[in-house]
């Protein structure tokens, strides 16, 4: 891709564009080894090679990563009051990144932060059905009348139900983490919608006259959560990963 000189370092987040013609005027700036004169210049993005201030400054398009979304920040890419998701991405070349949906501020789990607006289009569209799949701990008992009314749909106060989602109630173990095992009066779930809708988890779970205690995204289309990450925690996709997000795909649920 031709690009001009300026818009190349300023999309690389060494400064505005304005910062960046200074950057060339002081010859801070070279391409393929001699000093840059015109910030106005193409540059192929996949064959010059650019640096600054003697650093080689490679070009990244676009970029993926796959954040472990702790509890405790918002789902934006700027917020006046709270830490948001994009705090969390130190790493990144592009400053256009945003978060693919959001989760709540008290969830848990997998989000896609990318500058890529095509993929997350295909993959928020109301029409692509991408399943999610969420684990929960729930109050009370959760039954099997349960997930005959989510895999129906549930009324949750819109206008149409919800799309059949599957319920998964998990089997009880002991353990000493507050889970499931420990109180008869909480249920471990797994739940897989394929619809985005506010607060649907907690709202469909409200509906049957319980309660969301704690809630965690474990996948997105064909995205699974790492478990090797702690909360917080990011790594980029890999090439696979974004092929497979983009390749053509019926998300019915089986
Ligand atoms: N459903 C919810 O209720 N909250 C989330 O954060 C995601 C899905």
Not at 137 to 157: L, N, Q, Y
Not at 163 to 171: H, Q
């Amino acid at each position: 891709m031709q690009i001009r000189l300026d818009k190349y370092l300023a999309d690389m987040g060494i400064g505005t564009r304005s910062e960046v013609k200074q950057y060339i005027r002081r010859k801070q700036v070279q391409v393929n080894g001699d000093t840059a004169a015109d910030a106005g210049r193409k540059v192929d993005t996949d064959r010059d090679q650019v640096s600054f201030q003697g650093n080689e400054i490679p070009y990244a398009e676009k970029e993926y990563y796959l954040f472990y979304k702790p509890q405790g920040c918002v789902s934006a890419v700027t917020d006046g009051r709270h830490k948001t998701v994009l705090d969390y991405i130190t790493g990144s070349r592009r400053k256009d990144l945003f978060p693919v949906g959001r989760l709540d501020m008290d969830t848990e789990g997998l989000l896609l932060i990318t500058n890529d607006g095509a993929l997350s289009h295909r993959l928020l569209s109301p029409a692509c059905h991408v399943p999610k799949v969420y684990y929960a701990r729930v109050s009370g008992e959760v039954t099997g009348e349960d997930a005959a009314h989510f895999w129906e749909g549930v009324d949750i106060g819109d206008e149409e139900p919800t799309l059949p989602a599957r319920l998964t109630v998990l089997p009880r173990h002991g353990g000493g983490n507050g889970s499931a095992g420990e109180d008869a009066q909480v249920t471990e779930i797994e739940l897989t919608i394929t619809e985005g809708r506010f607060h649907q988890v907690k709202r469909m779970f409200a509906a049957v006259g319980k309660k969301v205690l704690y809630l965690k995204r474990i996948s997105m289309g064909s995205l699974v959560l790492d478990e090797s990450l702690e909360p917080g925690g990011y790594r980029p996709l890999t090439e696979q990963e974004v092929e497979d997000l983009y390749a053509p795909t019926d998300w019915r649920i089986p």
